[in-house]
Nanobody, 118 residues
Framework: QVQLVESGGDLVQAGGSLRLSCAASGGTFSSYAMGWFRQAPGKQRELVAGITVRGTTNYADSVKGRFTISRDNAKNTVALQMNSLKPEDTAVYYC????????????WGQGTQVTVSS
């Protein structure tokens, strides 16, 4: 069982940057693919960025070139560097983990609020 705790959410002006961090415990971190999701009010939750156990990354089209996901297996953390933030990036951001060989993300953090003002 993996426990995930996000941090780093804040209020920032458009064009600014934030770095979200997710600390994992209770499992073998290197055995999990990790992802960052977000959910804005009235919208469905969407995958923002993912990183496999080998470090391969993928991004939603809306954040390509602005966001970077990374992982540190020694520290059991995954980060999301967000640059050139836009008001439409405003959402609750969730860290999630998916065990190797599975499709669904089974473990979720509690979320951290990111608000981008125009």
């Amino acid at each position: 069982q993996v426990q995930l705790v996000e941090s780093g959410g804040d209020l920032v002006q458009a064009g600014g940057s934030l770095r979200l961090s997710c600390a994992a415990s209770g499992g073998t971190f290197s055995s999990y693919a990790m992802g960052w999701f977000r959910q804005a009010p009235g919208k469905q939750r969407e995958l923002v960025a993912g990183i496999t156990v080998r470090g391969t990354t993928n991004y939603a089209d809306s954040v390509k070139g602005r966001f970077t996901i990374s992982r540190d297996n020694a520290k059991n953390t995954v980060a999301l560097q967000m640059n050139s933030l836009k008001p439409e990036d405003t959402a609750v951001y969730y860290c999630a983990a998916r065990r190797i060989g599975t499709i669904e993300y089974n473990y979720w953090g509690q979320g951290t609020q990111v608000t981008v003002s125009s």
